[in-house]
């Protein structure tokens, strides 16, 4: 813990005295010292005191506060009087100055500023003043401007016009000196890493069976596929009474008896027909497996000032229908939403160089994939954070992984629960996906040869 004492670095020393005057005393301390002490004559009265190894300093102090006296360091001399004296000369050195100032002659000066905005020095400079933004009335004395002061600004070069005396034209050039400096700037780098990895397998099968014979005279057919209620057989048999398959003619499409096949296009298959003098048999294996791998970088880059936000965004604009009540019915409206890759950081650069950054970093994309009526919805990843990171360093903001595993089984209830030949009754699917997300971020402080390197090499790629 801080102590709320002051600090005393004078030399050391022992006094012991009892009812010893006050001037004495403090004329002792000025021979132990070397130092210059001026005593007021209205400093009187004794003081009995005991003090060892002290520094001479706090010595004084103490006297000083037991006798309600006060001191004024001018040069290398010590003022000492009584607290009263000591305000009331202040006070009087205050009114006198005032009123120096009051006859000093006024001054005109034009102060170039060269890396901040004209606008804000000059508030600044009223704010400390006690000055006005509109009126510019001085409401109370302040550090820079004096009464008769004012200061005024010129967009057009940027420069500041002061009027005052010199002593305070010789503080406004001051504080311009130590505020009006080029400001470091910081390269923000992000990379947005997008993995991918699918797996898929999917095995299908259907077959059908056909035939038919003469039963009392009459022909009897049998087979796969459904009656659509158009007229004709609910089998796909036509009797055209060819000479071969016994005067029956059978179709094979539209006749499977179990129909699981595969949901896409097959990369493998295998059929099987077994045709005999009254029956066909149609037996279909389907295969298909496949493998994905993908990565999306993302890479938006921004630069800006020490402390000033920058943004940087990059997309889509997704036209969508609405509607709006008009008279009693709906009027339809093309309107957009955006899907936009965007970066917001506000950076600041610490004293050791590290970047404190506010950052946020958005990928939206449309998922045509799930689309409704044409219009897909907006994936939106995001993270909004607050990092501290050192000049040049690397780090990760956050990251995404997703695992989705689908297993699904198509089947004929029961035929498909037997042992063994249940398999030529069932469609199975199997689905794996990976998603992994992962936001880096790079902090650059850019200084004049780096941001001119910097430009050129933006220049090349480009």
Known sequence: MKSVYPEYTGERL????????????????????????????????????????????????????????????????????????????????????????QLAPLITDIVQINYAKADDIASLVRQSSGLGE???????????????????????????????????????????????????????????????????????????????????????????????????????????????????????????????????????????????????????????????????????KVITTNGHKATISQGVEIPYQSQTASGGGAISNIEFKEALLKTEVTPQITPNDNVIMDILVMKEEPDYTRAINGEPPINTREVQTKVQVQNGQTVVLGGIYEFENVTQLEKVPFFGDLPGVGNLFKNRLRDDSRFELLIFVTPKIVDRDNLANHNRGVLINN
């Open 134 to 300: 509109s009126s510019g009335e001085k409401k109370s004395d302040g550090n820079f401007l004096s009464r008769r002061g004012s200061i005024t600004v010129d967009s057009r070069t940027n420069n500041l016009i002061v009027t005052d005396t010199a002593e305070a034209l010789d503080r406004v050039r001051g504080l311009i000196e130590q505020i009006d400096r080029p400001v470091k700037q910081v390269l923000v780098e992000t990379r947005i890493v997008i993995a991918t990895d699918n797996f898929s397998r999917e095995l299908g099968v259907r077959w059908g069976l056909q035939g038919g014979f003469d039963r009392g005279g009459q022909r009897v057919g049998f087979g796969g596929g459904a009656y659509d209620g158009s007229d004709g057989p609910a089998f796909p048999i036509d009797q055209r009474n060819p000479s071969t398959l016994n005067g029956t003619y059978f179709e094979g499409q539209d006749s499977w008896m179990v129909n699981t096949p595969i949901s896409g296009d097959p990369t493998g298959s295998l059929g099987l027909a077994i045709l005999g003098s009254n029956v066909l048999l149609n037996l279909e294996l389907q295969a298909m497996q496949s493998e994905g791998t993908g990565k999306i970088v993302s890479n938006p």
């Open 14 to 101: 022992t006094l012991k005295f009892q009812d010893i005057q006050v001037r004495p005393l403090l004329q002792l301390i000025a021979d132990f010292t070397g130092n210059n002490i001026v005593v007021s004559d209205t400093v009187q009265g004794s003081i009995s005191l005991r003090l060892e190894n002290v520094p001479w300093d706090q010595a004084l102090d103490l006297i000083m506060t037991t006798k309600g006296l006060s001191s004024r360091e001018n040069g290398n001399v010590i003022y000492v009087a009584p607290t009263d004296e000591v305000a009331a000369r202040d006070k009087a050195e205050l009114a006198a100055r005032e009123q120096a100032q």
